[in-house]
């Protein structure tokens, strides 16, 4: 079990930076923290041998031990001073509940202890109730259910000079022999003076401050009024064809779609923003497949969809800061905390890039952090089943798994569903990622050392270590910001063994690299396969939308596939146009996480433009050992395809043979589902090593396999895969032009 959680606010640094870490600490009365340069984070014991280095600074502590909590659920909050309503009032609002019946869920609250909730109650029937002092006073209640992912308009109306309470169910679609609209009506015990400071959305504030009764499903157009308008009148208001008056608040859920603000269009202007991202920019009621771009028709898509499970910032304390050596080395680094105990231990792990002004190394190393937050606390290996079938072997479950399984408030993956069964679309670093730290083994890593995505890259930091080859770090989300200015001045880049998820400018700036001779590495498999997005005024969040094809453990639903922050259209980058192949030669083909195969020379590795590759190596078997799956080859591959955007002069100078029948075929070149398409029997499935020069000067080398870094790594660097490799690092370094 994990006593101590962590994080900071940033996931990339420079030297002289100060760094912020906020700590959960339970068990125990103090923690120490110390700067550490992480080097190999593999604990296999036949591995290359884990290795961190301490970092002499200030840090201080012992520090004082506490715990903080993480409270998951989005809602949306809107405020007022002031504000007073005489005479009787109607709350109204549509809905599409997705879980009616699991618990008492707040719709719209008015007030904290004292005021209105409509709402449904712990048997998915609308509710309506008058609160005073935190108590319940009344409450009516509809006799019949909500149907789950149906639309509905639900009234509430309170009169103070009778107490009288009146609920509304209305049903937007009925069916014959299906009665699920009601109305039912109630008196409290005394009237109210309802406290307008605060309206909740999807929640309510109980007392001592917390909020609570989250709901799950789609909320849209939610309105006050003063009287009493008939359910005919609510719903022409609701569906947007005439304004009910006189309007104390009427909320506009499609008003800054991209951000997490909403509007009020009433009188009082109580706008008001939400927190924990609910899905934004999903279809509402109006919705009629006449677009797809919310942007077009932002009436269209003024639901929001919440749920109680969404998280986006922990929001915990600062426990302590420090500042960063001026003269600190670039490269992956931790903040290890440790308990006074000795007992538990904790990474925050983040990248240190080089000092502005400093001389730039020889080669850049960009840590995949998008593709680290899609997996971020993922818990597949327990709550996938097919797991270990995927996997061909028992699933290992080490305490990080653990602690994830028992702790669902530390957030979901992207590949994970929400409790409602509705997919992820958002994955934050503002709280522990518990699987970004090093020694933390994997689900589906492959037979051996079983490490996955940022352990993984641990082997490629090890190589660099290990041939003595000068390196500088930089994140995704530096791309994501700076463009191709972090990667200028580089004369190597080398990406991750698993850089899976791209935004639109992280790619352009590969791009412009490789355009203005740039030299690329890519040693991983399954790279810049899906489009994420990042948020202008959000930080450390992506979001990606899986729509229409690939691999994929959930669909956004019809009409959702085009993003909240930006816009773009979502899912493959090639299906977008942008097919990996167009820029580094090879694209994903197959999975399987099982056993790992060799590479085979073929006829282009003589071809004189690859003798450099070879230098020095006479085997025409390339990898038939490794820490992932015992090859070079495996997990997830990348093929060549010159139909899809393989350059022509492109060299395949290697391609892996007898993938083993886990081994699948990706679901966009599975167009007639027939057993003929797995690892012994479709020739499609294997992985390309392939090199081609570009037009300005530069070139680009691709491995197309996530177990290439494992095998570098087999008996202790000392291999032809890790020869081979640092052959093309130290010829993409020299100034000579290809």
């Known amino acids: 079990m994990l006593r101590i959680t962590a994080y900071s606010s940033r996931i990339s640094y420079r030297p002289g930076d100060e760094v912020d870490v906020k700590v959960s600490a339970a068990g125990m009365r103090t923690f120490d923290a110390a700067l550490k340069r992480i080097i190999q984070g593999d604990i296999n014991p036949v591995g290359p041998g884990y290795r961190e280095d301490l970092v002499p600074t200030a840090i201080g502590g012992p520090f004082r031990a506490r715990e903080q909590k993480i409270r998951t659920g989005s809602y949306g909050i809107a405020r007022s001073t002031g504000l007073a309503v005489a005479g009787s009032i109607t709350v109204a609002a549509l809905i599409w509940p997705t879980l009616p019946g699991a618990a008492r869920q707040?719709?719209?609250?008015?007030?904290?202890?004292?005021?209105?909730?409509l709402g449904?109650?712990?048997?998915?029937?609308?509710?309506?109730?008058a609160i005073s002092g935190g108590r319940r006073i009344g409450r009516a209640t509809t006799a019949v259910p909500c149907r789950a992912k149906a639309w509905y308009a639900i009234i509430g109306t309170f009169d103070p000079e009778t107490c009288w309470l009146n609920v509304e169910q209305v049903a937007i679609q009925h069916?014959?022999?299906?009665?699920?609209?009601?109305?039912?009506?109630?008196?409290a015990e005394t009237s109210i003076d309802i406290d307008w400071s605060e309206?909740?959305?999807?929640?309510?504030?109980?007392?001592?401050?917390?909020?609570?009764?989250?709901?799950?499903?789609?909320?849209?157009?939610?309105?006050?009024?003063?009287?009493?308008?008939?359910?005919?009148?609510?719903?022409?208001?609701?569906?947007?064809?005439?304004?009910?008056?006189?309007?104390?608040?009427?909320?506009?859920?499609?008003?800054?779609?991209?951000?997490?603000?909403?509007?009020?269009?009433?009188p009082h202007g109580l706008h008001g923003r939400f927190f924990n991202l609910p899905h934004r920019a999903v279809s509402g009621l109006a919705w009629d497949g006449s677009t797809y771009k919310w942007q077009e028709k932002p009436a269209h898509?003024?639901?929001?969809?919440f749920h109680d499970d969404d998280l986006y910032d922990?929001?915990?304390?600062?426990?302590?800061?420090?500042?960063?050596?001026?003269?600190?080395?670039?490269?992956?680094?931790?903040?290890?905390?440790?308990?006074?105990?000795?007992?538990?231990?904790?990474?925050?792990?983040?990248?240190?890039?080089?000092?502005?002004h400093a001389r730039r190394a020889p080669v850049l190393f960009v840590m995949p952090t998008a593709s680290y937050m899609a997996y971020a606390n993922h818990r597949l290996g327990i709550d996938v089943s097919e797991t270990e079938i995927g996997a061909g072997q028992l699933i290992q479950v080490d305490r990080h798994h653990a602690f994830l399984q028992e702790n669902p408030q530390y957030g979901l993956s992207l590949y994970e569903v929400h409790s409602d069964g509705s997919g992820v679309f958002y994955s934050s670093r503002l709280r522990p990622v518990v699987d970004l730290q090093p020694k933390v083994q994997g689900f589906i890593g492959g037979l051996g050392s079983n490490v996955w995505q940022f352990n993984a890259d641990t082997h490629i930091l090890g190589f660099f270590e290990n041939r003595g080859l000068d390196y500088d770090v930089v994140t995704d989300e530096d791309l994501e910001r700076d463009g191709a200015e972090a990667l200028s001045g580089y004369p190597v880049v080398v990406t991750g063994s698993h850089p899976e998820y791209t935004s639109t400018r992280m790619l352009d700036a590969y791009r412009d690299y490789s355009e203005g001779g740039g030299r690329i590495m890519y040693l991983g498999g399954n790279g810049f396969y899906w489009r994420i997005a990042y948020s202008d005024k959000l930080p450390g969040v992506i979001e990606c939308r899986r729509?229409?094809?690939?691999?994929?453990?959930?669909?956004?639903?019809?009409g959702n596939y085009h993003h909240q922050f930006t816009g773009e259209l979502g899912g493959l980058w090639r299906r977008i146009g942008r097919a990996p192949q167009q820029l580094f030669g090879v694209g994903m083909t197959a999975q399987g996480f099982d056993l790992s195969s060799p590479y085979v020379k073929t006829e282009a590795a003589s071809d004189p433009r690859a003798a450099f590759i070879f230098e020095g190596i006479d085997e025409d078997v390339i990898g038939d050992?490794?820490?992932?799956?015992?090859?070079?080859?495996?997990?997830?591959?990348?093929?060549?395809?010159?139909?899809?955007?393989?350059?022509?002069?492109?060299?395949?100078?290697?391609?892996?043979?007898?993938?083993?029948?886990?081994?699948?075929?990706?679901?966009e070149d599975l167009l007639d589902p027939t057993p003929t398409w797995t690892g012994t029997q479709s020739d499609l499935i294997r992985s390309d090593m392939t090199f081609f020069e570009t037009a300005s000067g530069g070139a680009v080398f691709s491995t197309g396999s996530i177990a290439w870094a494992a095998s570098m790594a087999w008996n202790g660097y000392d291999n032809v895969v890790a020869r081979l490799t640092e052959n093309v690092v130290r010829r993409f370094s020299s100034p000579e032009k290809f």
């Open 625 to 667: 050992f490794g820490l992932n799956g015992n090859g070079a080859a495996g997990n997830e591959i990348d093929r060549a395809d010159f139909a899809l955007g393989t350059p022509p002069n492109a060299l395949v100078v290697a391609s892996s043979r007898l993938h083993t029948d886990i081994y699948l075929m990706t679901p």
């Open 301 to 305: 898509y003024a639901a929001v969809h």
């Open 175 to 187: 069916f014959p022999g299906i009665s699920d609209s009601s109305a039912a009506q109630a008196t």
């Open 199 to 266: 309206v909740l959305f999807a929640a309510e504030r109980i007392p001592g401050g917390a909020i609570s009764s989250f709901y799950n499903g789609k909320i849209e157009a939610p309105f006050v009024c003063a009287g009493r308008p008939g359910a005919e009148s609510v719903i022409v208001h609701l569906k947007g064809r005439r304004k009910l008056e006189p309007l104390i608040a009427d909320w506009d859920f499609g008003h800054d779609i991209a951000n997490d603000a909403f509007a009020d269009n009433g």
């Open 120 to 129: 449904l109650d712990e048997e998915g029937r609308a509710s309506f109730e």
């Open 314 to 356: 922990a929001g915990w304390e600062t426990d302590f800061t420090f500042r960063l050596p001026d003269d600190l080395k670039s490269g992956v680094y931790a903040a290890h905390l440790t308990s006074d105990d000795g007992d538990s231990e904790y990474y925050v792990v983040f990248a240190v890039r080089a000092a502005r």
């Open 106 to 117: 707040a719709v719209v609250s008015i007030g904290a202890e004292t005021g209105l909730r």
């Open 547 to 558: 729509s229409e094809s690939g691999i994929r453990g959930w669909e956004p639903g019809t």
